[in-house]
């Protein structure tokens, strides 16, 4: 289904397990993908949740398209900056639309 709003590809990063060290300890891999047709659009002040601080946040509610069927990304690139998944709002299962998931990404910058 072709959308008329705005899509983006955003990039994801995923911790894959790929064997364990000398003394058994799980050893990870990062591996990133690429998703194409997400909707991103970023919240509102009275969308972000939190006790006001003097850190800098930038939020984005991230839709993925239905032709995604991975992990939920902890970590993903989105208009040059990467973004740490704060909620994940669930699978929608009658959605009409292009979408049926939605993300809350986040990336705090404390002015250093």
Do not use: Q
């Not at 959308?3 to 591996?31: H, M």
């Not at 989105?78 to 909620?87: K, P, S, T």
């Amino acid at each position: 289904m072709k959308s008329i709003l705005p899509t983006e590809t955003i990039i994801y990063e995923e911790l894959v397990k790929t064997g364990k060290d000398k003394i058994g300890n799980p050893v990870f891999s990062s591996v990133k993908f690429s998703i194409d047709g997400c909707l991103v659009s970023p919240l509102t002040a009275s969308e972000m949740v939190g006790p006001l601080s003097l850190l800098k946040r930038v939020s984005y509610n991230v839709h993925l398209p239905k032709t995604f069927s991975g992990k939920t990304p902890a970590k993903v690139y989105i208009r040059g900056g990467w973004y740490c998944l704060v909620v994940e709002n669930g699978v929608y299962t009658d959605s009409p639309l292009p979408w049926n998931r939605s993300i809350v990404v986040e990336a705090v910058d404390n002015g250093k």
